[in-house]
């Protein structure tokens, strides 16, 4: 079966000190292909709220999918959020987790490769002004033999705003011939926004194709602005280019085209 169209589910916050439990169950049978978007919302509201929710999706034998998750929760907003993809035999996830919310956002990645020959493509996207704070946690777990997964999470943060990262590799022993890659990317565009992250491998096998990690955290390159402001490009301007083409490698990877515009048009509003 394959459905053109996006599927789309939208919570949405309303009422003073509201608590929303979001729980979304997305089964992909076999063949299938699909695009799916959970989108949560609250407005502009200035009361403190709860969101604690959770995201599964399952795919069967050859199920190809594409899952958005677009977290534009209130600035006074707490999150505590789960997504969890189990993948069976030959089937591919494109994910991508968007938070651009939240007084305190925290997410929670699992990534379940269980049949052979599966495999994700995990993407997230942040950007975090004020005192907005996030919290990742991730987990690639290779259970199935010849699985596959690439996971990259990039953000920016001005103004004191603060992001943590923890990823977790895990290759099982059956995980024969397995690959995987996990990177974390932070820009930091004041002196006062921190970022600090933590990817971890653990390997229980030797059969393996490849597994890395990595992850930065740092202003702004000053020899790429250099380079533009010697083009004659305003320091303003030179800033807001180079943050477009950080992000833009995550941006450029939602599968929704109509989740993708919305989400340049925020980006390119809060760049300034």
């Not at 600035?75 to 991508?96: E, Y």
Request: a negative charge; hydrophobic letters at 40%; charged letters at 20%.
């Amino acid at each position: 079966m394959t459905i053109a169209d996006p599927l789309v589910s939208q919570f949405w916050s309303a009422g003073s000190g509201a608590a929303v439990l979001p729980h979304s169950l997305v089964v992909g049978g076999k063949g299938s292909r699909f695009q799916y978007v959970d989108e949560f919302l609250s407005g502009d509201r200035q009361e403190a709220a709860l969101a604690s929710g959770s995201g599964e999706v399952f795919l069967e034998e050859g199920a190809i999918v594409g899952y958005v998750a677009l977290q534009h929760w209130s600035i006074k907003t707490w999150q505590f959020a789960n997504q969890r993809f189990q993948l069976g035999r030959d089937s591919h996830l494109n994910a991508v987790s968007i938070a651009l919310g939240g007084q305190m956002a925290r997410l929670r990645v699992e990534a379940i490769l269980e049949g052979p020959g599966s495999s994700a493509d995990l993407k997230g996207l942040f950007f975090g002004t004020g005192d907005q704070a996030f919290d990742f946690r991730t987990l690639q777990d290779h259970v199935g033999p010849h699985t596959t997964s690439d996971l990259l999470f990039k953000g920016a943060l001005r103004d004191r705003a603060k992001s943590v990262y923890v990823g977790v590799v895990r290759v099982e022993p059956e995980a024969r011939g397995s690959s995987s890659n996990q990177a974390n990317r932070n820009l930091l565009l004041s002196e006062k926004a921190k970022a600090t992250s933590e990817p971890i491998l653990e390997i229980l096998n030797n059969d393996i194709l490849r597994c890395s990690h990595g992850a930065t955290v740092g202003p702004v390159d000053p020899e790429h602005l250099f380079y533009l402001e010697s083009r004659g490009i305003p320091h303003p301007v030179a800033e807001r280019m180079l943050v477009q083409g950080f992000l833009g490698e995550v941006l450029d990877r939602i599968p929704v085209a109509q989740v993708r515009e919305a989400v340049d048009q925020e980006l390119a509003a809060r760049i300034g």
